[in-house]
C-alpha cells in the first residue's frame, strides 16, 4: 500500500511516498525558516503564505521522486492536528481536494503522536539515511519538539496512553527562550547545543521541577532560573532586561549557562523515561520531535537505560510527511470524509 503524507503544521511544507508503512520512497521538505529567522520565532501569516506558493510543487517533486503516478497512490494522509491554524488549512484543504479529484480515502494525522513513526521508517531507496530496526510492542514514546513534550505508552499501534506531558513550556520552547536570551540564533536548539559543547555543564547549578505525576514535566521555572544566573554572572539584579544580556555576558559565560541548561533539561527528560522504562517494561524506547536529533539527549537516554533506544535519522526528527504517511498505514481503519475533514489547532 503506498501513501502519499502531507505535512504543513508549522513552517515546513513536505510530501512524501511511503510503503507499507516503512519504505520511504521520497521525501521532499521545503522550509520557510529563514524567513521566520530574523523574528526569532515562526510568524504565522508568512508561513502560511510559504505553504500556499511551494505545496503544489513538494507534492508533484514527492510523487516524481517516487516514480509513481496517481494511479499508483492507494491513500492520502495529511496532518489536520495540531498546529497554526493557517498553515494546517493550506495542508487539510488541498488534501481534500486532491482526495475529492482523484478519487483516493483520506486519512486526518496527528502531528505529534505522529513524531515517534519516524522510528517506523526503516528501508528506503534514498541515499544518505541511517535507519534502525522495526520497534517493538510495548513501546515508550518521548516526543520533544518545540511545542511539544510528551511520554507516551504504546500498547501497540492502535492502544496508547499519555504517561505525562509539559505544563508550560515543551522543552524544545526553552531550547528556543534560553537560545535568545544568551543571544544566539533562532533556532534555539541547535545553537544552545554547539555552545553547549564548549561550556562546563556543572558550573550553574539549575532546578528540576518537580510535579506530583512523575511523568509529567515543567521547564518554565528552568527557563526562569537561566535568566536569573545570567543576571548574576552580568553582576546585574532580577530587574536588568533580558535583551540586554548578550552585550555584557562573555563567551564562556554563554557557554556555561547553555551546557548547564541543557544538562538540566535532558537530565529531567532522562530520569522520567527511566522511571517509566522501570514500571512498564518496554520492548523499545522510540524517541521522536526536532529535540531528538539532540546528540547529547541521545547519548544521555542511551546511557541511561537498559532498553534499545531508537531514534530517527536526523532527517526524520523535524518536521517530514514520512511520518504522516507511516502513522496513516498503521493506524488506518475508517477514512475522513474528504468534504468534512476539518483542522484541529490544538488539542
Known sequence: MKILGIESSADETAASVVQDGHKMLSSVVASSLDLHTVYGGIVPEIAARSHIE?????IERAMSDAGTDWIDIDAIAVTNRPGLIGSLLIGVMTARTLAIVKKKPLYGVNHVLAHTYANFIT??????YSLGKPPKFPALGLIVSGGHTQLMLYKNHKDYILLGQT??????????????????PYPGGPA?????RKGDP??????????????????????????RAAQAMAGKDFTFPSTQLPKVLNAGQKA?????????????????????????????????GGVAANQSLRQTLTKSL???????????????????????????????SPYKLAVI???
Request: hydrophobic share 45%; net charge neutral.
Open 54 to 58: 511551494t505545496i503544489i510543487p513538494v
Open 123 to 128: 528501508e528506503t531507496p534514498l541515499p544518505g
Open 167 to 184: 505544563k508550560d513550556d515543551a522543552v524544545g520552547e526553552a531550547f528556543d527562550k534560553v537560545a535568545k536570551i544568551l543571544g544566539l
Open 192 to 196: 544552545v547545543d554547539k555552545a553547549a
Open 202 to 227: 556543572t558550573s550553574v547549578k539549575l532546578p528540576k521541577a518537580r510535579l506530583p505525576n512523575g511523568y509529567d514535566f515543567s521547564f518554565s521555572g528552568l527557563k526562569t532560573a537561566v535568566l
Open 256 to 288: 556555561d549557562l547553555a551546557a548547564s541548561f541543557q544538562k538540566t533539561a535532558i537530565d529531567t527528560l532522562a530520569e522520567a523515561v527511566k522511571a517509566a522504562e522501570a514500571q512498564f517494561k518496554p520492548s523499545s524506547v522510540l524517541l521522536g
Open 306 to 336: 537498559r532498553t534499545t533506544l531508537l531514534c530517527p535519522d536526523i532527517k526524520l526528527c523535524t518536521d517530514n510527511a514520512a511520518m504522516i504517511a507511516s502513522a496513516a498505514f498503521y493506524w488506518h481503519d475508517k477514512a475522513d
Open 345 to 347: 489547532p490544538s488539542l
